[in-house]
């Protein structure tokens, strides 16, 4: 039994694939080896090895695949485009972090089929339903168990099968669920009894309590009956009969249920684990929020160094870091700009070994990926120690390859006293660096303020930049480190970078588009001591914060603490897996992950009076009471590879939000279960300000002598929690889905009475 039948293996281009064919895997100009590359009878799996080395061989998933790109679409394929032409060559690209596969076929044909192909089978895993992703995993499961390949499983390998499954089990136990599936008496299970018997294994007792619950024949769930747990559990208000009209249509296998208006368990567990029955809330993963306020009204995903794809002394800087950060949702970017030897512009953190690219390859990059996941603008921060020719030189790359998508005019050719909204600037890109006097004209030819913003680094007292004269920015002050090129000034409009002077300062003088560069220590600083102030600051000019110079490894900072405080570019090495991303991918999954979350209204309003250190003094304060029964995990992935070792999971819940509201509490730990673990434990926080609060699931494997081993975690805002029966669908370190591992819970948000 393939799940799939036959279909996609009568494709033309699939054959090719399952035929196998060799490909020249390419890492480097000088890194260019053949490989043998075929798709497994799965239909899922592609494995590919040297021609000459003994056993070895790789293999990885289409469903780990985002798309392919076909000619020379990566730097090492345009590196060797004259060796080799592009209707030869191919890249795969992967989801989250992991690098990307550059190949080149014997033939165009070839190519064509293996760039087909490949389409073809995302597609189809793309588009498979939770029923048919399951039966697929269970038949990915039963081939790695058929170590002898006849298509058959006898105890042995279905022991085997249990360990690698994550599943501790007494041998009696085990041999009776094997007798009750060996419905043939043979000994062994066939594809069709292996599936009877994941079944048996897989039964949810938790899942059927809770039907047993609300159904009154414990049987079926009538509609009435189901319309009842809608409302009474899952807390769906008016609507709930419709609703559960609409679940019994797209979850219930059974005909004749549907016919009768009723769910089966097997519904049930269906809806339970959909996305109807997932933690977060359907109506805020589309666009949901008013996106026609100022920018300085909205937290906006950005990124530190984009270019970088590792570490920030030695590491790689590369325009993929761009197109993945900006998939992923960035809106704001940076650029590191320095003269290049031949008069073109390069870009690499300054000092160190780095490697360089070109200034204008990071347009055309930008020009391409920029609106791709999201058609709101995108902020370009320039980091410019570059002399005034090579900035004229930006500035003519700028305006040829952005073309009318980069913003030069006023959006109504008024001279604003609020920032435009994100409508607004649609499909714009805006650049954000120093400029030669105001919008409102005044002007002379030279600038006398530093030019590049991050004065932080690791020497020298990283926290005080050279004192400035408040009035420097249109004098005949000759006191400049460099001057600046008039075509580049020109093209800053909405973002125009200026030191901070402090909060009064700005409160008088400041203009809506002037805005300022914050390490995060400073930043810190600010928080705890004028955080109210900050606050009132932030509804009106954008800050950008950035980690600080003594973090050489890319590691990141907590964002929550300056989103707190209203701060709206909180930037992060996109590069870097963590908590800190998690919290970044969290806050931007909701609103169509557009890369732009709506502050909350007491951060938005210009007589806002909040503070996060006193949250109980703003208008409008309601704590809450957050209730999280952790009832049980599924089929959670191993964390050591070697064979005989099972998990030993716990669940940590951590409240990420202002200082009162940062909390953490964790279940006890299973012994040996990670296929099935049961805690029925129930963690309880109060939130004093729900609409900043993220919540953040971990799976870690308790280790009593060693730190605990990351399983997996989900990340959400609080308010896109929804109440009641849930499945939370837990995402690998790196951020990508790991289906079909999950927890259930029960959730309760209630008034602090």
């Known amino acids: 039994m393939d799940p799939e039948g036959s279909r996609i293996q009568d494709d033309p281009d699939i054959k090719v694939l399952m035929a196998g064919s060799t490909l020249r895997?390419?890492?480097?100009?000088?890194?260019?080896?053949?490989?043998?590359?075929?798709?497994?009878?799965?239909?899922?799996?592609?494995?590919?090895?040297?021609?000459?080395?003994?056993?070895?061989?790789?293999?990885?998933?289409?469903?780990?695949?985002?798309?392919?790109?076909?000619?020379?679409?990566?730097?090492?394929?345009?590196?060797?485009?004259?060796?080799?032409?592009?209707?030869?060559?191919?890249?795969?690209?992967?989801?989250?972090?992991?690098?990307?596969?550059?190949?080149?076929?014997?033939?165009?044909?070839?190519?064509?089929?293996?760039?087909?192909?490949?389409?073809?089978?995302?597609?189809?895993?793309?588009?498979?339903?939770?029923?048919?992703?399951?039966?697929?995993?269970?038949?990915?499961?039963?081939?790695?168990?058929?170590?002898?390949?006849?298509?058959?499983?006898?105890?042995?390998?279905?022991?085997?099968?249990?360990?690698?499954?994550?599943?501790?089990?007494?041998?009696?136990?085990?041999?009776?669920?094997?007798?009750?599936?060996?419905?043939?008496?043979?000994?062994?299970?066939?594809?069709?009894?292996?599936?009877?018997?994941?079944?048996?294994?897989?039964?949810?007792?938790?899942?059927?309590?809770?039907?047993?619950?609300?159904?009154?024949?414990?049987?079926?769930?009538?509609?009435?009956?189901?319309?009842n747990f809608l409302r009474i559990e899952q807390q769906t208000g008016e609507r709930s009969a419709q609703h559960a009209q609409e679940l019994i249509e797209r979850y219930e296998p059974s005909e004749t249920a549907k016919k009768q208006g009723a769910m089966t368990l097997d519904g049930f567990q269906m809806y339970l684990c959909s996305q109807d029955g997932s933690i977060f809330k359907p109506e805020h993963q589309g666009l949901y929020q008013d996106m026609s306020q100022p920018l300085s009204h909205y937290f906006i995903s950005s990124s530190h160094n984009t270019y970088l794809l590792e570490d920030q002394l030695r590491g790689h800087s590369s325009l993929e870091a761009y197109i993945k950060a900006l998939k992923r949702g960035c809106r704001c970017v940076e650029v590191d700009s320095w003269d290049g030897n031949d008069g073109e512009p390069v870009v690499y953190h300054g000092h160190t070994l780095t490697s360089k690219i070109l200034f204008r390859d990071i347009m055309s990059t930008l020009k391409e990926y920029a609106f791709k996941a999201s058609d709101f603008p995108v902020i370009l921060s320039l980091e410019n120690h570059c002399g005034v020719e090579q900035q004229t030189v930006m500035a003519q790359h700028l305006r040829q390859i952005l073309g009318d998508t980069l913003l030069t005019t006023l959006v109504d050719g008024q001279v604003p006293l609020q920032l435009p909204s994100p409508q607004e600037l649609r499909g714009?890109?805006?650049?954000?660096?120093?400029?030669?006097?105001?919008?409102?004209?005044?002007?002379?030819?030279?600038?006398?303020?530093?030019?590049?913003?991050?004065?932080?680094?690791?020497?020298?007292?990283?926290?005080?930049?050279?004192?400035?004269?408040?009035?420097?920015?249109?004098?005949?002050?000759?006191?400049?480190?460099?001057?600046?090129?008039?075509?580049?000034?020109?093209?800053?409009?909405?973002?125009?970078?200026?030191?901070?002077?402090g909060f009064e300062h700005s409160r008088l003088h400041a203009k809506c588009y002037e805005m300022s560069s914050f390490s995060e220590s400073k930043a810190k600083k600010l928080a705890k001591e004028s955080g109210r102030d900050f606050v009132q600051y932030n509804t009106r000019q954008l800050s950008r914060i950035y980690p600080s110079g003594f973090r050489t490894d890319s590691s990141n900072y907590n964002p929550q603490d300056m989103w707190s405080v209203g701060c709206q570019i909180v930037a992060l090495n996109f590069q870097t897996a963590g908590l800190e991303m998690d919290l970044n991918d969290g806050l931007f999954r909701q609103n169509n992950c557009c890369g732009y979350v709506l502050k909350p209204e007491f951060m938005t309003d210009g007589n806002a009076q909040f503070s996060p250190e006193k949250p109980d003094e703003r208008q409008g304060y309601r704590p809450l009471r957050l209730s999280i029964q952790v009832i049980s995990g599924q089929q959670l992935p191993k964390v050591n590879q070697k064979e005989g070792s099972i998990v030993d999971p716990l669940v940590r819940v951590e409240i990420y939000g202002v200082p009162q509201d940062q909390a953490k509490d964790e279940t006890s730990h299973i012994n040996n279960n990670g296929f099935n673990p049961v805690w029925n434990e129930t963690l309880n926080f109060v939130i004093t300000t729900p609409e900043l609060a993220l919540v953040r699931f971990v799976v870690e494997d308790y280790d009593k002598a060693s730190r605990n081993d990351f399983i997996g975690q989900f990340t959400l805002p609080f308010k896109c929690i929804q109440a009641g029966y849930r499945h939370i669908h837990l995402l690998s370190r790196d951020g990508t889905a790991i289906p079909p591992s999950s927890l259930f819970v029960n959730i309760s948000i209630s008034e602090l009475s």
């Open 428 to 501: 714009k890109i805006l650049l954000k660096a120093k400029k030669i006097g105001g919008l409102e004209g005044c002007v002379d030819e030279t600038l006398t303020d530093e030019i590049s913003d991050e004065e932080e680094m690791p020497n020298g007292d990283p926290e005080s930049p050279p004192a400035e004269d408040p009035l420097a920015e249109c004098p005949n002050n000759k006191k400049s480190k460099s001057k600046l090129s008039r075509e580049l000034s020109d093209l800053v409009v909405y973002c125009k970078s200026v030191h901070f002077h």
């Open 25 to 227: 895997k390419v890492k480097s100009r000088s890194w260019k080896k053949q490989r043998h590359f075929r798709l497994l009878e799965d239909g899922l799996t592609i494995w590919y090895k040297s021609r000459w080395a003994g056993k070895g061989h790789s293999t990885f998933s289409v469903t780990e695949l985002e798309m392919v790109r076909e000619g020379h679409q990566s730097e090492v394929l345009l590196s060797i485009a004259e060796e080799f032409p592009a209707a030869l060559c191919f890249t795969l690209v992967f989801h989250g972090r992991q690098g990307n596969l550059d190949l080149v076929a014997e033939s165009p044909e070839e190519a064509q089929a293996w760039i087909q192909g490949v389409r073809k089978l995302i597609h189809r895993a793309q588009t498979m339903d939770e029923k048919e992703r399951l039966d697929q995993w269970v038949w990915d499961w039963f081939q790695k168990a058929d170590k002898n390949k006849d298509g058959k499983m006898n105890f042995k390998e279905v022991r085997k099968l249990l360990k690698m499954m994550n599943i501790e089990m007494n041998e009696e136990h085990a041999f009776h669920l094997f007798t009750m599936a060996d419905k043939s008496g043979t000994g062994s299970l066939e594809i069709e009894q292996f599936v009877h018997f994941y079944k048996i294994l897989t039964q949810r007792d938790e899942v059927w309590k809770v039907f047993q619950d609300y159904s009154g024949d414990g049987e079926k769930l009538m509609l009435e009956e189901l319309d």
